[in-house]
């Protein structure tokens, strides 16, 4: 008999499918089994399953996070728990997870120099400036990366390269919720605004819908609720907030389809010269 065949495995492929979603321009996707009214939740994630700085400073990194001057960022911390987590491989809880994160990602920061350098000028300025900010905060955070060698198997300086952190940094960056959170001891003042959530970050992004999306301070839950509905067996789409395609590709790697906030930034001198209608 041919593998797969059976009525029972024709369920599982559909369940399968129903969950989880391949399409071709927007990566993976989440699709509903049922159809969803305005106002109900599409995901709801509990407490536990978020990966905030909370979860880093509870792991074996929080001792010496503790340690490190100057205080380490909130999203430096996020970043270094992945780098080191990916690390341990069989021995990290959260191997499923990372498992199937992306493996590379597209944002302007991940493409050479020369690649950037064909982008139109503002985006060009922009891709530099974001590139320079995550170079110097991997710069400088060598020290605290060479901090933990006690707890790796490997060099330091290896496990932590910038590959390795670039790759955690655009997971952060194109795949984070927004959860504002108080300061945490030991890290910096920076605003502690990103969590991880599993799951839930497989929802990709839509102008065209609404979307309310906060921590449920009663059912200690992460929650995200439609504003707009979604017909069953189609893909749920939540948005990302009012962006330009600029600033959607610079932060999350894509350019949608018929973005009604697109926009084309004029430089003060093209305004003067615009200015004659
Ligand atoms: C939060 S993740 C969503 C899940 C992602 N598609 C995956 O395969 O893991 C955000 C990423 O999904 C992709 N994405 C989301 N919405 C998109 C869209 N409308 N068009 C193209 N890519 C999109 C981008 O690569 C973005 O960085």
């Not at 991880?196 to 497989?202: F, H, N, S, T, V």
């Not at 009663?218 to 749920?236: A, K, L, M, N, W």
Request: charged content about 20%.
């Amino acid at each position: 008999m041919k593998k797969g065949r059976g009525r029972t495995s024709r369920i599982r492929r559909r369940k399968l499918c129903t969950n989880f979603q391949s399409r071709g321009d927007t990566g993976r996707g989440l699709m509903s089994r049922t159809s969803l009214q305005e106002g109900q939740v599409i995901i709801s994630l509990p407490e536990s399953c978020l990966l905030t700085t909370d979860t880093v400073i509870r792991s074996h990194l929080g001792a010496y996070i503790a340690k490190w001057q100057p205080l380490p960022s909130p999203l430096l911390a996020l970043c270094t728990f992945l780098v080191a987590e990916k690390h341990a491989g069989d021995r990290s809880p959260w191997k499923p997870y990372l498992e199937v994160l992306p493996k590379a990602y597209t944002c302007p920061v991940c493409l050479e120099p020369e690649v950037v350098a064909l982008l139109p000028g503002p985006l060009e300025a922009k891709a530099r400036e974001q590139r320079t900010r995550v170079r110097e905060l991997f710069t400088s955070s060598r020290g605290f990366f060479s901090s933990l060698q006690p707890l790796l198997s490997e060099a330091a300086a290896s496990v932590f390269s910038y590959r390795a952190f670039l790759w955690a940094w655009c997971t952060v960056n194109t795949r984070a919720v927004y959860m504002e959170r108080g300061r945490r001891q030991g890290l910096s003042a920076e605003p502690d605004t990103c969590a991880l959530a599993p799951y839930l970050d497989l929802l990709n992004h839509s102008p065209a819908v609404q979307v309310k999306a906060a921590f449920n301070e009663e059912t200690r839950c992460y929650e995200i609720r439609t504003g707009s509905g979604c017909r069953r067996h189609e893909e749920v789409f939540i948005c990302y907030g009012p962006h330009d395609s600029r600033r959607l590709l610079l932060e999350y790697g894509f350019v949608p389809r018929g973005n009604p906030h697109a926009c084309v930034p004029v430089s003060q001198g093209r305004m003067n010269f615009g200015s004659y209608h």
